[in-house]
T-cell receptor, first 109, second 114 residues
């Protein structure tokens, strides 16, 4: 079966750095996406990786290793507004997005 | 209006009612999706439409019936639902189905079945 694993919840301190991991087993691979979802709101797109390596976008970076079925989202200089759920999703061979259950990130002052 | 809109935002219905959820995208996208989001579970893809044609139906019970009259509008018709159908229903759109097109989500309809 297809599976995306990510931690259920993480806690970090304002101004610090946090890394959210995602491992996947899917039938085929056509890219990995990270989305942010604030409570009661729609998911919003953060990043896309299809080749191995690091993609940087401001305070957020995303890394992919296809051989290991592994990705992480790195958030730097954490702000209170970064408190949200972070969803990892993989596009499989049918171009369907397979989603993880999300990681709830709690930022403390 | 910009992005993806959904109405209603909240819906409470009995198990014998019939209701419809509406989604509209103002992005000129060709693909539209219905997802179900339950607490602490992954997003469940329900239906996919590409250029108004249904391409996926992920074993969704027949009490959920989608309709896509054009590339900008998507409906989800509901009838004789069960309490376990209570969830957040999200609509999304994308430029196409293939990579690297990200999906844009609407705010969702919070559905409660009593």
């Amino acid at each position: 079966g297809q599976n995306i694993d990510q931690p259920t919840e993480m806690t970090a301190t304002e101004g610090a750095i946090v890394q959210i991991n995602c491992t996947y087993q899917t039938s085929g691979f056509n890219g990995l996406f990270w989305y942010q979802q604030h409570a009661g709101e729609a998911p919003t797109f953060l990043s896309y990786n299809v080749l191995d390596g690091l993609e940087e976008k401001g305070r957020f970076s995303s890394f992919l290793s296809r051989s290991k079925g592994y990705s992480y989202l790195l958030l730097k200089e954490l702000q209170m507004k970064d408190s949200a759920s972070y969803l990892c999703a993989v596009k499989d061979s049918n171009y369907q997005l397979i989603w993880g259950a999300g990681t709830k990130l709690i930022i403390k002052p | 209006e910009t992005g993806v809109t959904q109405t209603p935002r909240h819906l409470v219905m009995g198990m014998t009612n019939k209701k419809s959820l509406k989604c509209e995208q103002h992005l000129g996208h060709n693909a539209m999706y219905w997802y179900k989001q339950s607490a602490k579970k992954p997003l469940e893809l329900m239906f996919v439409y590409n250029f108004k044609e249904q391409t996926e139906n992920n074993s969704v019970p027949s009490r959920f019936s989608p309709e896509c009259p054009n590339s900008s509008h998507l409906f989800l018709h509901l009838h004789t639902l069960q309490p376990e159908d209570s969830a957040l229903y999200l609509c999304a759109s994308s430029q196409g189905l293939a990579e690297p097109y990200e999906q844009y989500f609407g705010p969702g309809t919070r559905l409660t079945v009593t």
